[in-house]
């Protein structure tokens, strides 16, 4: 089915611990995003790719780190994970021309 | 640097009343807007949004939008509720110009439907 899909939708892992979050979209869309919702703080900014090989910092990047070989996957990587990044993760993607977001479901990570 | 504020954290209206969410925004020029829409456990859906022309919006699930250039605000409204309007709802921006470097959202309202 077209859209954007993430995986795993729910990870529990240990503090210390890398693990990596995946991001899939059908559309071939050029820009992705990666945002982390908590409560009180509504959803920030990661890091963002305008295309393959192509990726910025966003509001929080620190502890996270992104790669894009290809244009449909934006995988996200917690090197060393901290209880501080116990949080929902989105993933998004957007065509600059309309410059609307299309969001998958979440994954919803607990650092124990 | 752009900020989204929505003043109000929770909002309690009675089905079939009307619906006003508040967002207000701080930008140098006019940015993107947009209002999104989260229920629970799910991700966001995009209700409508607004980049220039007509300051009255009209988005999915009868919501509409108006934006006040002199205000800075992008106000949701709806004339009637429905108990599955029950969600948060999000506010949010985006830089004009040719770059997009990610949307800068609002901390949401919290939408309670009252039978």
């Known amino acids: 089915d077209a859209g954007i899909t993430q995986s795993p939708r729910y990870k529990i892992t240990e503090t210390g611990r890398q693990v990596t979050l995946m991001c899939h979209q059908t559309?071939?869309?050029?820009?992705m995003f990666w945002y982390r919702q908590d409560l009180g703080h509504g959803l920030r900014l990661i890091y963002y790719?305008?295309?393959?090989?192509?990726?910025d910092k966003g509001e929080v990047p620190d502890g996270y780190v992104v790669s894009r070989s290809k244009t449909e996957n934006f995988p996200l990587t917690l090197e060393s994970a901290t209880r501080s990044q116990t949080s929902v993760y989105f993933c998004?993607?957007?065509?600059?021309?309309?410059?609307?977001?299309?969001f998958g479901p979440g994954t919803r990570l607990t650092v124990l | 640097a752009q900020s989204v504020t929505q003043p109000d954290i929770h909002i309690t209206v009675s089905e079939g009343a009307s619906l006003e969410l508040r967002c207000n925004y701080s930008?140098?020029?006019?940015?993107?807007l947009f209002w999104y829409v989260q229920s629970p456990g799910q991700g966001l859906q995009l209700l409508l949004k607004?980049?220039?022309?007509?300051?009255l919006v009209q988005g999915i699930k009868g919501f509409e939008a108006e934006f006040k250039r002199s205000q800075s605000s992008f106000n949701l409204r709806k004339p009637s509720v429905h108990w599955s309007d029950a969600a948060e709802y999000f506010c949010?921006?985006?830089?004009?110009?040719?770059?997009?470097?990610?949307?800068?959202f609002g901390k949401g309202t919290h939408l309670i439907i009252q039978p």
């Open positions: 790719s305008a295309a393959a090989d192509i990726t």
């Open positions: 930008y140098g020029a006019t940015p993107y």
């Open positions: 559309w071939s869309h050029s820009y």
């Open positions: 607004y980049f220039s022309g007509d300051t």
């Open positions: 998004a993607s957007m065509v600059l021309a309309g410059r609307e977001q299309y």
């Open positions: 949010a921006v985006g830089a004009p110009g040719g770059g997009a470097d990610g949307l800068t």
